[in-house]
């Protein structure tokens, strides 16, 4: 269509009543960044870098993905650690950590784990995935959740999961008895 019969057809369509659309305005990203949300971009980006800061890990601490995961406290009885290892004991309560940032895990694991101790849960499941070689997301995870769960009291041993309840993208949690739980365990034994 030529410019003059564009005009031409303009000039009827007004002539019959026809109103044109008023367009909405629409605003460019690009823009949107130009006008100063780049500073607000660059900002969050170095805050994700310092929550990043903390999760970076040596070459030396990445796990091997084929590698099984197992930690046990002083005081364990060999027989308790090899019933968890063997997934003898029912899980209570999943965490399912896939496709979530290190710093969403960090977050969540302590408070998943505080709140299974105080509802005197004793054995948990965290699903972490599994990755097929040593930097992906998956196995920097389980890599940090080895480093990690030791320094939280209430876990006892941690083993990677049997086959059937995840394998080596799952672990197994032994919690300790919460306040409760041991009162009624010594008033049991009297």
């Given at each position: 269509m030529s410019e003059s019969e564009?005009?031409?057809f303009s000039s009827?369509?007004?002539?019959?009543?026809?109103?044109p659309l008023k367009a909405e305005k629409r605003v460019s990203t690009r823009e949107?960044?130009?006008r100063g949300e780049i500073d607000q971009l660059a900002e969050r980006r170095k805050q994700a870098e310092g929550i990043d800061e903390r999760?970076?890990?040596q070459p030396e601490q990445l796990l091997n993905p084929a590698d099984p995961m197992e930690w046990k406290r002083d005081g364990v009885q060999e027989g308790v650690f090899r019933n968890l290892r063997l997934g003898k004991y029912a899980a209570d309560a999943r965490l399912d950590l896939i496709n979530r940032s290190l710093a969403e895990a960090v977050d969540e694991v302590p408070g998943f784990i505080k709140q299974c101790y105080q509802l005197g849960l004793r054995t948990v499941v965290i699903n972490h995935g599994r990755g097929k070689h040593n930097k992906a997301p998956q196995n920097v995870m389980r890599s940090c959740l080895v480093l990690w769960l030791?320094?939280?009291?209430?876990?006892l041993a941690f083993?990677?999961?049997?086959?059937?309840?995840?394998?080596?993208?799952?672990i197994y949690l032994l919690l300790r008895k919460n306040e409760q739980q041991r009162l009624e365990n010594i008033e049991r034994h009297r």
């Amino acid at each position: 269509m030529s410019e003059s019969e564009k005009s031409d057809f303009s000039s009827m369509m007004l002539g019959e009543g026809v109103k044109p659309l008023k367009a909405e305005k629409r605003v460019s990203t690009r823009e949107a960044l130009r006008r100063g949300e780049i500073d607000q971009l660059a900002e969050r980006r170095k805050q994700a870098e310092g929550i990043d800061e903390r999760f970076r890990l040596q070459p030396e601490q990445l796990l091997n993905p084929a590698d099984p995961m197992e930690w046990k406290r002083d005081g364990v009885q060999e027989g308790v650690f090899r019933n968890l290892r063997l997934g003898k004991y029912a899980a209570d309560a999943r965490l399912d950590l896939i496709n979530r940032s290190l710093a969403e895990a960090v977050d969540e694991v302590p408070g998943f784990i505080k709140q299974c101790y105080q509802l005197g849960l004793r054995t948990v499941v965290i699903n972490h995935g599994r990755g097929k070689h040593n930097k992906a997301p998956q196995n920097v995870m389980r890599s940090c959740l080895v480093l990690w769960l030791p320094k939280i009291d209430e876990v006892l041993a941690f083993h990677s999961c049997q086959p059937q309840h995840g394998g080596l993208a799952a672990i197994y949690l032994l919690l300790r008895k919460n306040e409760q739980q041991r009162l009624e365990n010594i008033e049991r034994h009297r």
